[in-house]
């Protein structure tokens, strides 16, 4: 009877044991890869970059370089990537520095922050249809009165994704706000990340066109841009710097 007891014991301890054990999550299927961060890692892109008055588009186009530098560890004992940004007229110009973005990760989600800004990039796991709150460290104040936050949401994750000259075979775009396409504005934001290389493509669209078509300043046209910004980043290379 004694042995009988102790067998149990033993069992259910065995049992308990079991049921505590630490389940390491699977990052690769979670998405993790969307968003490598190593140091030396650096990505360059093509921009075009527009900006509308009064139906007129002024045009710049120059090359963007991230570079992930340095890490630290902050006063919450978290890690940090140190990402610089520099910026060239052409791919014969040589670099110059512009601005420094900060970077953390972590098994929930990836956060950008830049002049004291900060933006949920992404979240774990990477699953179409997701959303999350882009701006849930900002406080957006407009006249004292708080904007409601941002809604970001995962579309067509898994699928292919062309951008400049290059397909890329598995991706997850990242729907920004809600996208509007009316007579009187236009917002249109997205970024597009490829497994195992980052960001691919970013389009920033926010237009507002004229409300009276028949006013001298936008006569019998509809599509007048009183103004706006539109701005499309194409990915051109990436590596690791030696």
């Known amino acids: 009877m004694k042995r009988t007891l102790l067998f149990l014991v033993l069992l259910a301890g065995f049992v308990v044991g079991c049921d505590t054990k630490t389940v390491e999550p699977d990052l690769h299927a979670a998405g993790y890869d969307y968003y490598p961060l190593n140091v030396g890692d650096f990505r360059i892109y093509d921009v075009t970059n527009i900006f509308y008055r009064n139906n007129v588009g002024d045009t710049t186009r120059f090359q963007l370089r ?20 520099s910026i060239r007229p052409n791919a014969n110009s ?10 953390t990760k972590s098994v929930t989600n990836v956060i950008l922050s830049k002049d004291n800004t900060k933006w949920v990039k992404l979240v774990f796991p990477v699953v179409s249809g997701k959303t999350w709150k ?14 409601p ?25 990242v729907i920004q706000g809600t996208p509007s396409k009316n007579p009187v504005q236009l917002d249109d934001r997205k970024e597009v990340y490829a497994h195992g290389i980052g960001m691919v493509y970013r389009l920033f669209n926010r237009v507002v066109y004229c409300r009276d078509t028949e006013s001298v300043q936008c006569p019998y046209d509809a599509g007048y841009k009183l103004n706006g910004h539109e701005r499309i980043e194409v990915l051109s290379s990436y590596g690791t710097m030696k």
Do not use: C, H, M
């Open 66 to 85: 991230e570079r992930v530098d340095t890490t630290f560890t902050d006063q919450t004992n978290t890690l940090n990537y140190k990402i610089i940004r």
């Open 94 to 103: 040589s670099w110059r520095d512009d601005s420094v973005i900060v970077v």
């Open 134 to 147: 882009g701006d849930a460290y900002n406080s957006n104040q407009i006249e004292n009165k708080e904007e």
């Open 149 to 173: 936050k941002e809604n970001y949401r995962f579309s067509n994750v898994g699928e292919p994704f062309t951008a400049g000259n290059e397909t890329y075979p598995e991706t997850a775009t």
